[in-house]
């Protein structure tokens, strides 16, 4: 038997459909990622955006042209948002399930697929859901601790689809953690910076558990009050830690801040990174920054734009913000113009560039440690652990390797190795 296992949207996704593979490999399935013909396809959905839910609903019809006969199982959070949307698509839809108790796709395929299960089965899920380990990809490897989220920020309807924070056992998550055998692991979820396990175990109690791990340690994105001395701290006692620090930011504003409910000021924002700094001096802080919320007047955009250099980031993600049904902030607030977001985000990405741009020439002349990805066009790429973009001249092969970064090139450094 065949399957195909899609993925669309974030991390947390990749690695629960990664878990659904091995699960689904554990019952006899040859399973693959790509869209391709097959006896079962399961479609990972995403709704972050109203764009991503449109695509989800695209990608469920696609699947079902590539083979009409072919059983459909559609779960994440575009179809915990709109269920009926996904189940009136075809009679090929066997099930619809949500972002929440994805082990239930596991269920119901091991229960059979003989019709007792067609139709909507969306579950709450109240405590962490445990699954099969996911493939342990050679390069980066990402292990989920954490699920939900209890910040309700005014834009994002995400808490409203995943449910309240629930968090891994401390010994499941250091165990698969310690067991990787990529050269480096991500540690992941939806909110990381609300990890707290059953007995109370926060995120600096699970780098002191994995601080020996001999793979390179990553974050996934971060919250302003993780950044504590105490976190800090622990995070210097992790011998492979790669000082990238995602910390998420949406507004260099206090008052689009406050309009977000992000509880945090630029003020204690900055700070943060000051604290990030004396810690790690050679880290590389990244960050999100929405562009074009309904309360966001011009001297509010120009302290967005300020911060980026204020703050020292490596690299910024910034997007127009995109009003989403059934958020605070749709209700409450009236888009801006179109243009106007266009012209802004224009703007910021200039200054993220620049910025970016002067965050890696600080390291010409520096050493920094590889993990190659693959070799292209005579080149090893991968990233250092501060994620700069590094190439190397010819083949390193797979295995981490200390470089010496000399210059600027393409969208990253060029590098020798040393």
């Known amino acids: 038997m065949k399957a195909v296992v899609y993925t669309l949207g974030c991390k947390v996704n990749d690695v629960e459909s990664g878990s659904i593979i091995r699960g689904l490999e554990s019952l006899g399935y040859e399973v693959s990622r790509e869209l391709e013909v097959a006896d079962l396809y399961i479609i990972n959905t995403c709704a972050v955006t109203a764009e991503a839910e449109r695509k989800s609903r695209q990608t469920v019809g696609k699947f079902i042209k590539c083979n009409p006969a072919a059983k459909v199982i559609v779960c994440g959070c575009a179809s915990q948002k709109s269920p009926t949307a996904f189940l009136e698509k075809s009679g090929s839809v066997y099930a619809v399930t949500g972002a929440q108790r994805k082990n239930r796709v596991l269920e119901i395929v091991r229960e059979g697929l003989a019709g007792e299960h067609k139709g909507t089965l969306l579950e709450e899920e109240k405590t962490y859901e445990e699954m099969p380990l996911p493939e342990c990809l050679k390069t980066r490897n990402f292990v989920k601790i954490q699920d939900g989220c209890n910040r309700f920020c005014s834009y994002c ?44 175990r926060d995120l600096a109690d699970l780098m002191l558990a994995i601080k020996d791990a001999d793979t390179r340690i990553r974050l996934g994105s971060l919250e302003v009050s993780l950044i504590t001395d105490r976190f800090l701290s622990a995070l210097k006692q992790v011998k492979r830690f790669a000082p990238q620090f995602h910390l998420s930011l949406q507004s260099g504003s206090t008052a689009v801040l406050k309009s977000m409910n992000r509880h945090y000021t630029r003020e204690e924002y900055l700070a943060a990174c000051t604290k990030i700094y004396a810690a790690f001096p050679n880290a590389a802080i990244t ?38 049904e059934g958020t605070n902030a749709y209700k409450r607030y009236k888009e801006l113009p179109f243009a106007l977001k266009k012209e802004r985000i224009e703007r910021l990405l200039a200054a993220a560039a620049t910025q970016k741009r002067r965050y890696m020439e600080g390291f010409v002349g520096k050493e920094v440690e590889l ?45 020798r190795r040393l």
Not at 294 to 311: G, H, M, R, Y
Not at 392 to 413: H, I, M, N, Q, S
């Open 157 to 200: 309807v995400i808490p409203y689809l995943r449910g309240r924070s629930r968090s891994r056992d401390l010994e499941s998550a250091a165990a698969e953690i310690l067991q990787s055998t990529a050269q480096e692991t991500v540690v992941t979820g939806i909110d990381v910076s609300e990890y707290k396990d059953e007995k109370g």
């Open 287 to 324: 960050t999100d920054i929405i562009v074009g919320f309904p309360t966001e007047t011009e001297e509010d955009f120009l302290q967005s734009l300020s911060i980026v250099e204020e703050a020292g980031f490596a690299q910024v993600h910034a997007f127009p913000y995109s009003p989403r």
């Open 371 to 415: 993990v190659p990805e693959n070799c292209f066009d005579g080149y090893t790429e991968g990233y250092s652990e501060n994620y700069i973009r590094v190439y190397v001249t010819g083949d390193l092969g797979k295995a981490p390797t200390r470089v010496g970064v000399e210059r600027l090139f393409k969208d990253g450094v060029l590098a």
